[in-house]
């Protein structure tokens, strides 16, 4: 699996980034220079249509806006097509309106140079990754499949790589670093 420090590996795929039935508007290609210049934080999850992963999309969704304000993009993704996120986002009312958008990694190219592909499951593991602007992992977080993520922790972390300082256990975005 990548971790701290090693380069985000190159990557192109479908996205889904709404829920109209114009398919034409609804997907769209992403790669490594579609979010030139910005932090990222990619989030990917087993399966749509199941019961953990739409919690966590909400709950990234929720904090949208502070990313944003971070100079920050949110990916999510999986090994499921981009006509499977469609049918899903638009079957889940939570979920229509989503902020960003849900990679296809269909061929499983992503999670596997990633290290995250399940052997048991052949599904994208529960992973997190920061990736700063020139393209380096800062952070990577990885649950069961069963456990969710907390987003909120993510965003703390973002906020502790982004002041380039050391930051003791617990920092919150605002307190003094070391």
């Not at 971790?3 to 996205?15: R, Y």
């Not at 996120?85 to 999670?111: C, G, I, N, S, Y």
């Not at 592909?117 to 800062?138: H, K």
């Not at 993520?149 to 919150?172: K, S």
């Amino acid at each position: 699996m990548l971790g701290v420090g090693d380069i985000f590996p190159s990557f192109k795929v479908k996205a889904t980034v709404s829920s109209e039935k114009d398919l034409d508007k609804a997907f769209t290609d992403v790669d490594n220079s579609t979010y030139k210049d910005k932090w990222l934080v990619f989030f990917f999850y087993p399966k749509d249509f199941t019961f953990v992963c739409p919690t966590e999309l909400k709950g990234f969704a929720k904090l949208h806006k502070e990313f944003q304000d971070r100079n920050t993009q949110v990916l999510t993704g999986s090994t499921d097509s981009e006509f499977v996120h469609h049918a899903w986002r638009r079957q889940e009312k939570d979920l229509q309106d989503l902020p960003f958008p849900m990679l296809a990694d269909v061929k499983r190219e992503l999670t596997a140079s990633l290290g995250i592909l399940d052997p048991n499951e052949g599904v994208a593991q529960r992973a997190t990754y920061i990736v700063d602007p020139q393209g380096t992992i800062r952070f990577v977080y990885v649950t069961d499949l069963s456990v969710g993520r907390n987003p909120q922790e993510v965003l703390r972390i973002l906020d502790a790589l982004q002041t380039g300082e050391l930051c003791p256990c617990d920092w919150q975005q605002g307190e003094q670093t070391l």
